[in-house]
């Protein structure tokens, strides 16, 4: 629920946000998130609710005071509607909104072993080539797929691991097995 409203506000502050403005208000929003990350008093403060909105506000308002403008005043209206809890999620929201206006898609390969950057580059090409945006990946590897990989693009999930494909193997083979009948 907190992620959809936050969704919510962050697509009303990008469409009154200059489009020349989302970089420099991403990076200052990517500053704001590590200093929340990073600063349990910090978070302690903005979260607890004895203390005021104007506290809150005054404490925001100085951790921000290098940020663009726009930024300060839309995390300033966040806190004067109680919507404090929803700084911690913002910073990704507002990545995932902005690369959707640049036409980025944001997606995750898990493979057996290390791609090297010729695959690499090759699956990005032919992912982006097939969603028509440009597609930006972030690889791990995971032993336990024994082979193949698992891609993860937005709602679009492809599946190419020999886990997955004996997982698959064991469930037909488990339901002909249920289906046959004894010879009497």
Known sequence: ????????????????LD??????????LERFDALLRTSPPVTAVLYHPGISRTKKQALVSALAADAPPELVRF????????REHML?????????????LRGIVRGRVCCASALRDAQQQRLTASLSAALGKEVKLETRTD???LAGMQVFVGSHVID????????????HLLEETTQLKPVA
């Open 75 to 82: 995390l300033l209206y966040m806190i004067s509607k109680k």
């Open 88 to 100: 911690k999620g913002l910073c990704v929201e507002f990545k995932n909104a902005a690369d959707g």
């Open 1 to 16: 629920m907190s992620s959809r409203v936050t969704r919510r506000y962050v697509q009303g502050f990008l469409g009154v």
């Open 143 to 145: 032993a336990g797929l």
């Open 19 to 28: 489009a020349a403005r989302i970089d420099a208000v991403e990076a200052a």
């Open 160 to 171: 190419g691991s020999v886990k997955s494909r004996l997982a698959r193997l064991r469930k």
